[in-house]
Nanobody, 123 residues
């Protein structure tokens, strides 16, 4: 499975962006999908995950209430709507397909990773 993340860019504090993650295969719909991010000089961290049918979601405390993960399996696409952005959200954002239908916070639970998309939030 190949994943391609897009939608990053430069936004001011308080602004919004919507990231997309498109998969190359229909089997993507059987897997959980997660979003992770890595800020300069920091380790990669969990952001959000969604189960294979979208019925279960999980968020990092730092984005809870501001970010929303969703998916459209007919389009092999998972989205991350990001609102109320602040400079601490600046990072490269990666999407990843899980090993099973339900994902968690650990990167080891995901086996396919896409190239990231850069999000920069200016103050």
């Amino acid at each position: 499975v190949q994943l391609q993340a897009s939608g990053g860019g430069l936004v001011q504090t308080g602004g919004s962006l919507k990231l997309s993650c498109v998969a190359s295969q229909r089997t993507f719909s059987n897997n959980a999908v997660g979003w992770f991010r890595q800020a300069p000089g920091k380790e990669r961290e969990f952001v959000a995950t969604i189960s294979w049918r979208g019925g279960n979601t999980l968020y990092a405390d730092s984005v809870e209430g501001r970010f929303t993960i969703s998916r459209d399996n007919a389009r092999n696409t998972v989205y991350l709507q990001m609102n109320s952005l602040n400079p601490e959200d600046t990072a490269v954002y990666y999407c990843a397909a899980g090993r099973t239908s339900y994902g968690g916070r650990s990167a080891t639970q995901y086996q396919y990773w896409g190239r990231g998309t850069l999000v920069t939030v200016s103050s």
